[in-house]
């Protein structure tokens, strides 16, 4: 399990541009959304996420499909690992991943 990284949560908490007047959402109102052509499995997500929403594991097989030919040539590249949100429910819409993302892959969008 990847562990959190207390330099990076500071960094995204800082960050002006985080989306944090929405913080501590009820949970299920907000979810985070991965852009997968964006997103390179780097992981920033999961160290800085305090309610464990994110996986990063390989990209699934309809997820890659729906790629374009250069954002499935990036997926290779960085070994086919991407994010997952197994737990999106508990999100409570703090804005740290948002920020943390190097690739801007995550926005947080209302609802399902
Ligand atoms: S969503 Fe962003 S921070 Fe999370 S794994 Fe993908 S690139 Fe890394
Ligand atoms: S907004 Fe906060 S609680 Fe929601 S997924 Fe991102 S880091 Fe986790």
């Not at 913080?23 to 920033?44: F, I, L, N, Y």
């Not at 464990?52 to 997926?75: H, M, N, W, Y």
């Not at 290779?76 to 804005?95: E, F, I, K, Q, W």
Request: with cysteine; net charge positive.
């Amino acid at each position: 399990m990847t562990a959190k990284n207390p330099q990076k949560i500071k960094a995204a908490s800082n960050h002006p541009d985080r989306p944090g007047e929405r913080c501590q959402a009820d949970p299920g109102t907000w979810r985070p959304r991965v852009d997968r052509s964006k997103c390179e499995g780097k992981k920033d997500c999961v160290e800085v996420c305090p309610h464990d929403v994110f996986t990063v594991e390989r990209i699934r097989d309809a997820d890659f499909a729906a790629l374009g030919p250069l954002s499935k040539l990036k997926s290779l590249v960085h070994g086919r690992l991407t994010a997952y949100t197994p737990n999106a429910d508990a999100c409570r819409a703090c804005g740290l991943c948002v920020v943390a993302c190097p690739e801007h892959a995550i926005t947080l969008a209302r609802g399902a």
